[in-house]
């Protein structure tokens, strides 16, 4: 069966290798494991709550309509990282054969109406989630669609928690150069260093970067994980490290930040807006890929 509609999640498996796999709860529409011929990718808390009580720690939590939290505008009231993570989707079904895909819907009559009325101006929408499986690489899109009748605005991104064997073996390239706002500093610079290394929390928004830069995650000189982007601009580099992950009861094992960091594409340094009837298409291929030094 390659795609089997359980009553909690989506499992899809790749028609040539029943080890290749993609899982997605249906609340948050998260994927919460992809593997590669048996060998998974991404990291899930073992203390993650899959029952739609709390955001899904790992896997890939969606973020809409805002990033973080604001202190003033329309999305003020929203809790940190939106309603989409919390809110259960429609699944769609497959859409196409090759590569394997399938679709999730969500609009305002499947989120919770008290977390609903904290947006101010009840903006209408329809977000359409595609997940592509093919032998090697997973794609996420998301297609945004504002069928009201005024202009909204919106914040997206895909909170991806790469698994890794050891976070102080591993770095991400090609920032060099960026304008990065690090959330712990509350500061803006321009990335100098060759590659952002962790040796204590990290938590960096980098601005607008080009599309042309992969992201990739080289461990002991190995790309381990290459992450493309369409129509996502920004790129937020996460490591909890030891303090955060110790506050967060849904973090385990505690030693997990060591085999984790979140590379989460999206809209987030501005938000994007949307006239009435227009759609906005964002997607992020995470696969494999030779070594690629385009920044140092
Ligand atoms: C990241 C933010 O995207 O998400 C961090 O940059 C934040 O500041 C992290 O701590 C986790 O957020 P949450 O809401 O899932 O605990």
Redesign the pocket.
Known sequence: MPIEDLEDRVVVTHPSDPKTQVTILKFGATVISWTIKGEEQLWLSTGALLDGSK?VRGGI?LVFPVF?KKETGPTAQLP??GFARNSTWEFLGQVRESPLSVQFALSPEQVDPELYSKWENSNDFTLIYTIALDTESLETKIEVENVDSHEWEFNWLF?TYLKIDDIEDSMVSNLPGEICYD?LLKQSYEERLPVVTFHEEV?RIYQQVPESKLIQVVSLGNPIHTVKRIGLPDV?V?N?WVN?SNG?ADFQPKSGYKNMV?I?PGYVHEFKKLAPGEKWIGAQVLYKDELKYQAI
């Open positions: 955001a939590p973080g940190q990282h909170h959330q938590d937020v996460w909890p955060k967060m979140c989460e």
